[in-house]
């Protein structure tokens, strides 16, 4: 078989660039991670080419006899992490996994209730421009505006008003704990399925720093490759064997056709090295560099939404500079620093402009950078931001940023 560069080099000099590109930047996009070789490896691998429609062992094809194998370790080694009586491993991604759920327990025309999108809910939690706001009728919670932190007792005024028959909880920007318990009580009151979406926290989960929701919810959806650092992809757990059947046909035949095997097998690795001792490590460092970057950001007068965080990311206030979320995006990628401007709670700008900037610990953790060099990195963030005209400071931030990857490079072994 010929080699990609041989093969095909327009392909592989892209991939050669990308490397290139993740290798002399900071990334801290709050979602993104950096997963390990042997993950890169079995996604990779010739599993590929194998169809598999139907789940291990109950297949509607020949020759599944090592992907059977493969997509249970996946399952037993995702139910032991989450401790989930029922897990299915196929989703293609977050959003499938949403939408696999949502196909389970609702009908066209039912009542969903989430976050708000410019509160930190995702897209899948009924915003208008997705399935899920377009096919189901939507109420959202947002947080509170003196503490931009969730109000239970709010939370279960709206669903005793609105009486959704899903209430999702979890989300993508919301920097503090979520407290899964007070919302089974609110479900539990109204009547509703509760749906915790851990896509952004699973790695925290999955290390005990942050509360498992699978005793408390119907189902537990997340993506695989945030904080839980694997390859791209999507899960279903529950506790409920008959939700549990519900999930898989929705899922195959209900939304997808055959599962990604290869993908599947990078879970499985991801799996192995979450239930690894290193992994709570890695998680608890996650949190500390977060809680690191914060706190350097607010000395140099920084406003953060929440004031802080108790996680993996941080949304800073670009007003408190008198920014757009844009603006300052656009300037720390100057100085090869990726992040993304996000909307905050209560923005006034849209969610293209939007007044904030989300930033996340989960990929330079990877990389090895400690609470020193967090540090650092919110000074370089804030020296950047606040003389956004001086050339010499731009430079200096610059090297600065390059110091640090070479301090720390990211695939040393790998030659593409
Ligand atoms: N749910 C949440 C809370 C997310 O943050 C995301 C992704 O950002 C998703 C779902 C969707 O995941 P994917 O991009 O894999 O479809």
Known sequence: LDSLNEKDPIVMSIIRGELQRQREHLELIASENFTSLAVLEAQGSILTNKYAEGLPYKRY?????????????????AKKIFGASHVNVQPHSGAQANFAVFLSLLNPGDKIMGMDLCHGGHL????????????????????EMHNEQLNYD???????????????CGYSAYPRTIDFEKFRIIADKVGAYLMADISHIA???????????????????????????????GLIMT???????????????????????????????????????????????????????????????????????????????????????????????????TANKNTIPFDPESPFVTSGIRLGSPAMTTRGLGTEEFIEIGNIIADRLLNPEDEAVKQNCFHRVKTLCNKFPLYPDLNV
Not at 61 to 77: F, L, P, S, T
Not at 126 to 139: A, D, H, I, L
Not at 210 to 231: A, E, F, I, M
């Open 239 to 337: 506790n409920n064997i008959d939700l549990g059947k519900k999930f898989d046909k929705a899922v195959f035949p209900g939304t997808q056709g055959g599962p990604l095997e290869h993908v599947i097998a990078a879970k499985a690795v991801a799996f192995k090295e979450a239930l690894d001792s290193d992994f709570k490590i890695y998680s608890g460092k996650v949190i500390n560099n977060a809680k690191s970057l914060a706190e350097q950001l607010k000395k140099r007068d920084f406003r953060l939404v929440s004031d802080g965080t108790d996680n993996h990311l941080i949304l800073i206030d670009t007003r408190s500079i008198r920014m757009s979320g844009k603006e300052a995006d656009n300037l720390i990628s100057t100085i090869n620093i």
């Open 61 to 77: 094809y020949g020759g599944c006899e090592w992907v059977d194998k493969v997509e249970q370790i996946a399952i037993d080694r």
């Open 203 to 233: 790695g925290l989960v999955a290390s005990g720093h942050h509360s498992n929701p699978l005793p408390y919810c119907d189902v537990v959806t997340t993506t695989t490759h945030k904080t839980l650092r694997g390859p791209r992809g």
């Open 124 to 143: 899948t939690h009924g915003s208008p421009v997705n399935f899920s706001g377009k096919w189901f009728q939507t109420c959202h919670y947002g947080v």
């Open 154 to 168: 709010a939370i279960l005024k709206l669903a005793q008003s609105e009486k959704p028959k899903l209430l999702i």
